[in-house]
Nanobody, 126 residues
Framework: QVQLVESGGGSVQSGGSLRLSCAASGHTSSSVCMAWFRQAPGKQREGLAGLDTFGRTNYADSVKGRFTISKDNAKSTLYLQMNRLKPEDTAIYYC????????????????????WGQGTQVTVSS
């Protein structure tokens, strides 16, 4: 089983940038499927960005062009570079993983993942 720990959250003004990290331990082969999600108060968890087996990216429309997902397999770490942040990006950000698949589709659906980190808070002020 894989364990996930997010870091890099914080407070930033509108237009600023943050980079989130998700360190994976345990089952950390390159075949682990991983993605980023967020959940704002009173809202459902929203898929943001995923990676498929070939490194192709999949983004939600709300973050496309502003956020970039990447993965360092040597460090077993997933990243989310967030630029041009907006107040509506304020949420708890989670990384997610699933080791059960032979192929990662880049899904950003919550049901595609069975392991979640504890989350990191991102607050964007206007």
């Amino acid at each position: 089983q894989v364990q996930l720990v997010e870091s890099g959250g914080g407070s930033v003004q509108s237009g600023g940038s943050l980079r989130l990290s998700c360190a994976a331990s345990g089952h950390t082969s390159s075949s682990v499927c991983m993605a980023w999600f967020r959940q704002a108060p009173g809202k459902q968890r929203e898929g943001l960005a995923g990676l498929d087996t070939f490194g192709r990216t999949n983004y939600a429309d709300s973050v496309k062009g502003r956020f970039t997902i990447s993965k360092d397999n040597a460090k077993s770490t997933l990243y989310l570079q967030m630029n041009r942040l907006k107040p509506e990006d304020t949420a708890i950000y989670y990384c997610a993983a699933n080791t059960a698949y032979d192929y990662c589709s880049g899904s950003i659906r919550t049901y595609s993942y069975n392991t979640w980190g504890q989350g990191t808070q991102v607050t964007v002020s206007s």
